[in-house]
């Protein structure tokens, strides 16, 4: 019994070391890829393209309209980009708005670092359109918004949120 206890231990360590492995060699592989899009590219081209697979990965994958900011924020960070709950702190929440601090590993932010650029100019002309592109197809009354005064590297967190507008 002792046996079984002990190899059932090492199998599960194994698995958690491999599955860390692995998240961060796919992590590092993100930060290569945003690293040369952003070497090669203009914003305005990574929008573009951003833009144009969120929509299809929406059109795709989402059949339903999609009324409230928190399905939003779940079917955007959840389940299209795989982040985990631990990683966004919603710090406000009602019918029509959510609000969160992310936190999350960004390749986008350790891109900026290592090539000396500004997220602020970055995550407003390359990622917030492709954001509100994504959101729009689910529902066109909902709105994307990202705080610039409180934005990695400048804060520990990114904060950002989902309202829904009325017509």
Not at 48 to 61: C, F, G, H, Q, T
Not at 119 to 124: A, D, F, H, L, M
Request: hydrophobic share 35%; glycine share 0%.
């Amino acid at each position: 019994m002792q046996t079984d206890i002990s190899i059932f231990l090492v199998n599960i360590t194994l698995m958690c070391l491999f599955f860390t492995k692995n998240m961060t060699n796919k992590f590092n592989n993100d930060v290569r890829q945003q690293v040369e899009q952003l070497k090669s590219k203009k914003l305005w081209e990574i929008e573009r393209e951003i833009s144009a697979k969120r929509i299809l990965w929406v059109k795709n994958n989402v059949k339903e309209n999609v009324t409230s900011p928190r399905k939003a924020f779940e079917l955007l960070f959840f389940i299209y980009m795989g982040l985990s709950e631990s990683e966004l702190i919603i710090i406000s929440e009602t019918e029509n708005e959510i609000e969160w601090l992310s936190r999350n590993d960004c390749p986008t932010l350790e891109a900026c670092k290592k090539l000396n650029l500004d997220t602020k100019i970055v995550c407003k002309f390359a990622y917030e359109k492709s954001t509100q592109a994504f959101l729009s197809q689910l529902n066109p009354q909902l709105r994307f918004s990202r705080s610039y005064s409180e934005i990695r590297p400048y804060h520990e967190h990114c904060r950002e949120k989902i309202t829904k507008i009325s017509r």
